[in-house]
C-alpha cells in the first residue's frame, strides 16, 4: 500500500468516528431543554460545516496522483485538526 493510500485509509476512518460522534451530538440535541438545543444547534452547525470540508480535502486527496498528493495532504491535514478540535470540544461542552 502506498503511503498515499494509507493516509487516505487513516483520514477515511477518523471521518468516520468524526461523524459518528456528530451523530451523537444532534441526538443529545434531540433529548435536551430547548435552551441547551439552541447551543447544541450552533455547535452542530459548526460540525457539519467542518466535516464537509474534511470530506472536500478528502475527496481531492483520492483525485491526486502521487506526485502532487503531499501537496494537498497539508490542508487534508488542516481540516482533519480542525475538525477533530471541534469535535472534542462540542463533546467537551455537552458533557458538563
Not at 439552541?38 to 470540508?53: A, Q, W
Not at 474534511?54 to 482533519?80: P, S
Amino acid at each position: 500500500m502506498s503511503t498515499k493510500e494509507a493516509y487516505k485509509h487513516k483520514i477515511e476512518a477518523e471521518l468516520e468516528l468524526a461523524k459518528a460522534q456528530l451523530e451523537q451530538l444532534q441526538a443529545q440535541a434531540k433529548i435536551s431543554s430547548a435552551d441547551a438545543a439552541m447551543e447544541f444547534s450552533k455547535e452542530i452547525d459548526d460540525l457539519e460545516m467542518n466535516v464537509g470540508n474534511a470530506k472536500t480535502k478528502l475527496k481531492e486527496l483520492e483525485d491526486a496522483d502521487d506526485t502532487t498528493w503531499e501537496n494537498i495532504k497539508d490542508g487534508a491535514d488542516h481540516a482533519w485538526n480542525s475538525l477533530k478540535t471541534s469535535v472534542g470540544n462540542a463533546a467537551a461542552k455537552f458533557k458538563k
